[in-house]
């Protein structure tokens, strides 16, 4: 059996096989599906895949973190819109599916803050936010100037 920690992006493969399989059940028993699930689970499904091809950038993984993060909204919108008794089956792999979303939005945040992209600092305190603490700087004992003997 191979080594699991050898293989490279095994989150990602994780988070794209969880989310396929999950998404091809739901669209599967469910005849009635919108075309709107199918259409952003598409591009989240891209968006993993070309962070899987492409390990320098983090913009695959900002765009997957926004549909992610919008799915979820989009997911409740579409399971109170679309409810019925008949496709219980169905909608529960939709629920399981929304559940998951919140832990790999987790994931693809910690994973573009290790490729030190601009995710590596969406959530990071700064000084300039005041969430963080500054340097001390001294300001009883004032250090004198070239320029302030120039007139003496």
């Not at 096989?17 to 199918?38: D, N, Y």
Request: proline share 5%; hydrophobic share 50%.
């Amino acid at each position: 059996m191979p080594n699991l920690t050898d293989l490279s992006h095994f989150s990602l493969k994780i988070i794209f096989t969880i989310h396929t399989v999950l998404s091809f059940l739901t669209w599967s028993t469910q005849g009635r599906c919108p075309q709107s699930v199918i259409f952003y689970n598409m591009l989240f499904f891209v968006c993993i895949l070309w962070a899987v091809y492409n390990m320098e950038s983090d913009e695959p993984l900002q765009f997957a973190l926004f549909i992610n993060v919008l799915s979820v909204f989009f997911d409740v919108v579409i399971l109170v819109v679309n409810y019925d008794s008949f496709y219980t089956f169905s909608l529960a792999f939709m629920i399981i599916n929304l559940v998951a979303r919140p832990v790999t939005s987790i994931y693809l945040l910690r994973i573009g803050q290790g490729r030190n992209g601009t995710l590596a600092t969406i959530f990071a305190p700064s000084p300039s936010m005041g969430l963080c603490r500054q340097d001390y700087e001294e300001i009883s004992h004032l250090i004198p100037q070239n320029a302030d003997f120039d007139r003496v």
